[in-house]
């Protein structure tokens, strides 16, 4: 069965620390896409990345970096000198071949002022 | 160009009542998606779409019923409401970019569901 954690329910960090979320995904396919999305305040669902399983290559933009690691099954998120613009909640899911895209449960990010 | 809408965007229903939110997309997607977003819960799949004429069920399917007769459009039925379906439900639509392979979710603004 498919199945993404986020065992970070909610983390607080101060204006321009780095912080890291977790994403550790379950799935017998050897095909598949991990995803983050962000939810901010205003409650609409963002878009950030998509990476297949075939591409281990860690990505970078700008502020934001992603590391993702088969051997573990992580697929880790962090944003660097964070902002009061990056409190949301983010959420990280899985695509596989049955086309069911699975959602783990998010993290809630306060960036304190 | 409107992307994903949903409506309505709130309702309120009583117990027992039935009730149909639509889904429109207007970017010729295949593949269409509900889900339903509760605290703490993340956000879970009711049912899905693969294509015109298609449906299946997701991690939380029952009490919900959805049809996609035209490609553009995807409902979600409540037949006989209850106070546990009280939820933002969202929907969703994406392409398909190979075999077994979609792109992105676009999300619409969610509609907003209390049962009394």
């Known amino acids: 069965a498919q199945k993404v954690t986020q065992a970070q329910t909610e983390i607080s960090v101060v204006e321009k620390e780095d912080v890291t979320l977790d994403c550790v995904y379950e799935t017998r396919d050897t095909t598949y896409y991990l995803f983050w999305y962000k939810q901010p305040p205003s409650g609409e669902l963002v878009f950030l990345i998509r990476r297949n399983s075939f591409d281990e290559q860690n990505e970078i933009s700008g502020r934001y970096s992603w590391n993702f690691q088969k051997s573990t099954s992580s697929f880790n998120f962090t944003i660097t000198a964070s902002q009061v613009v990056d409190s949301a909640v983010y959420f990280c899911a899985l695509d596989t071949r049955d086309d069911k895209i699975i959602f783990g449960k998010g993290t809630r990010l306060h960036i304190l002022p | 160009n409107a992307g994903v809408t949903q409506t309505p965007k709130f309702r309120v229903l009583k117990t027992g009542q039935s009730m149909t939110l639509l889904c429109a997309q207007d970017m010729n997607h295949e593949y269409m998606y509900w889900y339903r977003q509760d605290p703490g819960m993340g956000l879970r799949l009711i049912h899905y779409?693969?294509?015109?004429?298609?449906?299946a069920k997701g991690e939380v399917p029952d009490g919900y019923n959805v049809s996609r007769l035209k490609k553009q459009n995807f409902l979600l039925g409540l037949e006989s409401a209850a106070p546990s379906q009280t939820s933002v439900y969202f929907c969703a639509s994406s392409y398909s970019i190979a075999e077994d392979s979609t792109g992105e979710l676009f999300f619409g603004e969610g509609s907003r569901l209390t049962v009394l």
């Open positions: 779409s693969v294509g015109e004429g298609t449906t």
